[in-house]
C-alpha cells in the first residue's frame, strides 16, 4: 500500500527494485474464477442481424440530418438573406458543431451512460430538433408560402422566428453529433472480436456502416433536395422528422437482443493521474518493464477494459507505474502509482493525436461540398431541356462513387491486395488514409479547373455561366472515393487502436476531424477575404462569384492538402499499435506477501 508523504525529500531517485526473493514466490499458473471481475459483456445475440438494424438505424438518421443540411446553405441565402461568404461560414461553422458534439456522446457512452441509452438520448434530442425546425419553419419563416425557391423572395423574418431557426439547427447538430460515434461503436460491439470470425466481421461492419450512411443521405439529396429547392422547405423538414422518428422506434424495439458492454468509467481522470504521477517521480528513473506495477489477474484495473502490454513509446510516462520507497511505505494513492494498462491507455491517446491532426486538412476538402460547392453548382447552367437540376443533387454522385467504391474496395482491392501483402484486410488503415488524402487533393484541383473554365463561360451581366453543372462531376467523384479510403479507414484505425475503455472516443476522432476542417474551413475563408478583399477588389469568394477568384481558393485548399500529406507519412511510419494482452497471453502472475506491492510480470 502507498502513502502520500508531503516531504519530497524523503522519495528517492531512483527505482525500488521490485523483484521478490525466489522463496517468496508463489507462481499461479492459472487466475482462479474468484480473482475474475464479471465480464463487461452483458450476454445477449448480438451479430449481423443487430447489426443490420444498427446500420437501418444509422441510414435513417443520416437521412433526416441530411435533409436539413445538405440544403442549408441555399437556405439561409435565400430564406434568412444571408451573403454567400456568411452562409458559407455558417454552415461550416454549425457542421462543425455537429461533429464536435460527437465527443460529447462519446465521452457519456464510455463513461457513464453506455451504448444504448446514449444513442436513445441523442436521438430523442434529434427528433425534437427536427420537430422544431418543422414549427419554426412553417410558422415563422415560409412566408409567402413557397418562397425560398430562388425566384420568389421571403419576407423579413421576425427575431422569434430567427432565434427557434437556429435553436432547432444546433438541437439537430447536439443529437446527430451525439449519436453517430456511439451507434458506430454499439455495433462494433456485436462482434466479439476475441472470435477470429467475427474479427473480420467487425472490420467489415465500418465499411458498411459509411455505405448505410450515404444511402441515407441518398434520398435526402436527391428527393427532399428537390422539392426544398423548389420552395417546399417544410415538406422536407417534416419528412426528416418522419425519418428520425422511425430511426427511434425500431432501434428501441430491437433492445432485448442487443450485445451490450458496460462503461468503463470516466477516462480523464485515470490519463491525468498517469501524468501527475509521472511528474512527481520526475527525476525517478523507470524501472525495467518487468517490474513496472500491474494488477493481478487477467482483468485490468480499469473496468471493462483488457491488460494492456508495455511499448517502449514515451518512455518517461513509465515513471508513473514504477514503485519507489515511498509508494511501499503507505496507503494505495493512485495519483502516485498506475498500473502499466492506465499508463498505456495514455500513451495510446498521445500516439493517436499526431495521425488525428493530419486528418483534419482531409475534412477541409470534405467540407467544401457543403458550401463552396453548392455555392460553385449554383451560377452554373443547372437546366435538362425543362428540368432545374438543383445544385445541392449535384452530392448524388459523391453518393454514389461513396456506394460504387464500397463494392469495388470490399470485394476486389481487399482481395487483391491481401494476396500481394498478406494482409488479410489488404491495405492497412495508415495506408488507405494516405491513398484518401491524395485522392482528395486531386478533388480540389478538379475543381479549381472547373471553376478557371465557369468563369470563361461567363456573359457580362449575367450571373450564371454557361457552363453546365455537369462539369462538377469529378470533384464530387473524387471527393466520395477519397471518403472511403480516407474515412472508413479512420473509423477502423481510431476504434482498433482506442483501448478499450474509451472505444467511442476512438469512433468519435474521425468526427471531431471533421468538426474541426469545418472550423478551419470557416477560419480560412475568413483570413482569404481580409487579405485579398481591400480596396474596389472584391476578394477571392465574394457575393458575385463572377467577380472573385474561388479557383485560386481551391488550389491553395490543394497546396496544403499537399504540405500535410508529407507530415503524415512521416507520422503514419513512425506510428506504434496498441499491444493488447488476450486470454491466450496471460503470463504468470506473481503473489507477493501482504507488505509488499505485487507485480505482474508482463
Known sequence: MINEDNNRDAEVSGAVDTNIPENEQQVTTEITESKETKSPVQKSRGGWTLATILLANQGLATLAFFGVGVNLVLFLIRVLDQQNAAAANNVSKWTGTVYLFSLVGAFLSDSYWGRFLTCAIFQLILVLGLGLLSLSSWLYLIHPSGCGDGVTP??????????????????????????????????????DETNPKQQSSKAAFFCYFYFALNVGSLFSNSILVYYEDKGFWTMGFLVSLGSAIVGLVSYLLAAPRYRYIKPSGNPLPRVAQVFVAAFRKWK??????????????????IKGSRKILHSKEIMFLDK????????????????????????????????MLPIWLCTIIYSVVFTQMASLFVEQGDVMESHIGNFHFPAASMSLFDIFSVLIC??????????????????????????????????????????????????????????????????????YVLVGTSEIFMYVGQLEFFNGQAPDGIKSLGSSLCMASISLGNYVSSLLVTIVMMITARGENPGWIPNNLN????????????????????????????????????????????????????????
Not at 339 to 344: A, D, G, R
Not at 567 to 574: G, H, Q, T
Request: with cysteine.
Open 154 to 191: 421571403c419576407k423579413p423574418k421576425s427575431t422569434a422566428g430567427v432565434v427557434i431557426f437556429y435553436l432547432s439547427i444546433y438541437l439537430i447538430a447536439l443529437g446527430y453529433g451525439g449519436h453517430q460515434p456511439t451507434i458506430a461503436t454499439f455495433g462494433a460491439d456485436q462482434f
Open 284 to 301: 525517478v528513473v523507470p524501472a525495467s518493464p518487468e517490474n513496472l506495477y500491474e494488477v493481478e489477474g487477467s482483468e485490468s484495473a
Open 320 to 351: 508513473a507505474a514504477t514503485i519507489t520507497e515511498m509508494d511501499r511505505s503507505g496507503p494505495n494513492n493512485p495519483w502516485r502509482v498506475c498500473t502499466i494498462t492506465q499508463v498505456e491507455e495514455a500513451k495510446c491517446v498521445l500516439k
Open 406 to 475: 464500397t463494392g469495388i474496395y470490399r470485394h476486389i482491392i481487399v482481395p487483391v491486395s491481401g494476396r500481394l501483402s498478406g494482409n488479410p484486410k489488404g491495405l492497412s488503415e495508415l495506408q488507405r488514409m494516405g491513398i484518401g488524402l491524395i485522392i482528395g487533393l486531386l478533388s480540389m484541383v478538379a475543381a479549381g479547373a472547373t471553376e478557371v473554365a465557369r468563369l470563361k463561360h461567363v456573359q457580362p451581366g449575367q450571373k450564371v455561366s454557361s457552363l453546365s453543372i455537369f462539369w462538377q462531376i469529378p470533384q
Open 547 to 602: 467577380e472573385g477568384h474561388l479557383d485560386r481558393f481551391y488550389f491553395l485548399i490543394a497546396i496544403l492538402t499537399a504540405l500535410d500529406f508529407v507530415v503524415y507519412v512521416f507520422c503514419a511510419k513512425r506510428y506504434k499499435g496498441i499491444n493488447l494482452q488476450e486470454p491466450e497471453q496471460e503470463m504468470e502472475s506473481i503473489e507477493a506477501p501482504q507488505e509488499e506491492v505485487g507485480i505482474n510480470r508482463v
